[in-house]
């Protein structure tokens, strides 16, 4: 490895040996830039790997609030403020047991390269708090999301940190949030996205992960002459995305056999279409976290415990939380046929995991480019709302789609240029870490 790289990394382990995920994250990205760094001597004269990795600001709060039996509880609240050299922080908002600095820290630096990669101007942040809603009631959710805001909101804004939805973050959490915004600051502005339709949210924002996602697949495909009709998929998660990327299957004729969530998963060989598609919407809002309803729902077989991947497939979209899939679950996707994987989540396989796909030759796009159709739509939606106007479906749509085929191509230049063509690992974090570093640079001391 570059000794300069291999420096940087080993300092950021060394330092921070507990962020295990920030660290993966750090390390896929440098071995990718390896090349850009060894042919380009200004990133290391102006330190901007040290730089890079180090986020802006961090802030840390306490998130107290009252049950409706009126006791006392305190969550973590967190905005990790990555970097702002492209635009204002943007990313989003994850409630979730799971959620600790290092995970928002490596979620905000692979926001960092995919905003990049939409050529949106838009700068990287992530945050949220260790709140679980399982089984709490739509008050304590409510009352919850205002004692989040009330700390939040002194820190972001329009044009400094626009947050969005991300895990247990969605529609109904953004509206409880955007509402005590308003009454503290007395402003009604573009501060989230992924807000109601009638109050300043964009068309497609629900859908454009999902649908990001697998128009990406499809320009991935498309390089080896295949599309995904007729293509038996297998979907993880059964939240947002999971639910965005089987409505857009089903348009295009794909068949989604499986989702899962925390307590196991669904094969539906079938196909989940039409009315399955919503129910899974009902699943989310219900508030239990369990795919089994589904089963029970439709009469399909559920299996306790288990994850998706060992059910053949030809298209893989893992869709639910970072690292779900191991080597040994690609291993058995590819012996049973799998050609093609697209991260719906952000960083769903571990590193050895993308090692596994990498060296088995099938197509494989990390979630930073083929997720990024999401915040790409939330960027849509500050672009209407700074302009005070609303574009329809289609026009949302095609923009959304256009991006996605940039982004695509833009991975496959990248990769081509540095004589690894097909690598989506090294075209995006190229071609994403290119636009942030040279934006450093011009900046001067950022
Ligand atoms: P949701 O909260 O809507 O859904 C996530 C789902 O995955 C939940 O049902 C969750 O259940 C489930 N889940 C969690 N852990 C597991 C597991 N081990 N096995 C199976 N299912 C599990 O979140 P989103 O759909 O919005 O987010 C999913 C992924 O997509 C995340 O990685 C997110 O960062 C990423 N993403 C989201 C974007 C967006 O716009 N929403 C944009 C780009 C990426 P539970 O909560 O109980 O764990
Ligand atoms: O991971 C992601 O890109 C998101 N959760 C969406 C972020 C956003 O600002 O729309």
């Not at 247990?168 to 402003?187: A, D, P, T």
């Not at 060992?310 to 012996?335: G, H, T, W, Y």
């Not at 050609?339 to 993308?354: H, K, Q, S, W």
Request: charge should be negative.
């Amino acid at each position: 490895m570059n000794t300069y790289v291999a420096e940087v990394l080993n300092d950021v382990r060394k330092r921070y040996p507990w962020e295990k995920e920030f660290i993966q994250a750090v390390t896929e990205v440098f071995e990718s830039i390896e090349p850009l760094v060894d042919r380009d001597p200004r990133y290391q004269k102006e330190k901007i790997l040290e730089r890079i990795v180090e986020p802006e600001r961090t802030i840390f709060f306490k998130v107290p609030w009252k049950d409706d039996r009126g006791d006392y509880h305190v969550n973590r609240g967190y905005r990790v403020e990555f970097n702002s050299a492209l635009g204002p922080y943007k990313g989003g908002l994850r409630f979730h047991s799971t959620v600790t600095l290092s995970a928002l820290k490596f979620l905000g630096f692979e926001q960092m390269f995919k905003n990049s990669l939409t050529g949106l101007p838009m700068g990287a942040g992530k945050g949220g708090s260790d709140f679980d809603l399982k089984g709490k009631t739509p008050g304590e959710v409510m009352t919850f999301c205002q004692s989040f805001m009330t700390e939040l909101s002194r820190h972001i804004g329009a044009d400094t940190d626009v947050p969005a939805g991300d895990i247990g973050v969605g529609g109904r959490e953004i509206g409880y949030l955007f509402g005590q915004f308003k009454r503290i600051r007395n402003s009604f502005e573009g501060v989230l996205t992924g807000k109601g339709l009638k109050w300043g949210g964009s068309l497609v924002r629900p859908e454009a992960t999902g649908f990001g996602c697998v128009y990406f697949a499809q320009e991935m495909l498309r390089t080896r002459g295949a599309s995904v009709e007729g293509k038996t998929c297998a979907v993880s998660g059964f939240g947002n995305v999971a639910w965005g990327v089987a409505k857009k299957l089903e348009e295009l004729g794909g068949k989604v056999v499986t989702i899962s969530g925390p307590d196991g998963m669904v094969h539906d060989p079938s196909g989940i279409r039409g009315d399955k598609i919503e129910f899974m919407l009902e699943m989310r809002a219900s508030g239990h976290d369990r795919v089994k309803d589904f089963a029970d729902e439709f009469g399909v077989s559920f299996h306790a415990g288990k994850r998706p991947w060992q059910i053949p497939c030809q298209v893989a979209f893992p869709c639910a939380i970072q690292n779900e899939m191991d080597a040994e679950d690609v291993k058995r996707l590819v012996s049973n046929g799998c050609t093609c994987i697209a991260e719906g989540a952000n960083m769903p396989l571990t590193l050895e995991a993308v090692e596994a796909a990498r060296t088995a030759g099938i197509l494989y796009s990390p979630g930073k480019a083929s997720n990024a159709g999401g915040v790409a739509c939330s960027g849509l939606e500050m672009s209407q709302n700074s302009m005070r106007l609303r574009w329809t479906r289609e026009e949302v749509d095609q923009r959304l789609h256009q991006i996605m085929v940039d982004i695509h191509q833009n991975c496959r230049a990248a990769s081509e240029e540095f004589g690894r063509p097909d690598d989506y690992v090294l075209g995006a974090n190229i071609s994403g870490f290119r636009n942030v570093a040279e934006a450093m640079i011009e900046q001067g001391l950022v």
